[in-house]
């Protein structure tokens, strides 16, 4: 079974996609991690000069 993510922020002209190849809790907690991970990255490169 697969899982995905899809986060979607038009305004910002961003989104994010991510998808495992494992369902339930697990696949669930990975992709939510990474979909952290990219909105952190998102944000800090967003600030940097």
Do not use: H, Y
């Not at 994010?16 to 494992?22: A, E, G, K, M």
């Not at 990219?38 to 967003?46: N, P, Y």
């Amino acid at each position: 079974m697969n899982f995905a993510s899809v986060w979607v922020a038009p305004r910002r002209d961003f989104a994010i996609l991510v998808c495992v190849n494992q369902s339930g809790d697990a696949g669930f907690k990975a992709t939510d991690e990474a979909v952290g991970e990219f909105i952190t990255l998102r944000a800090s490169s967003a600030s940097a000069p």
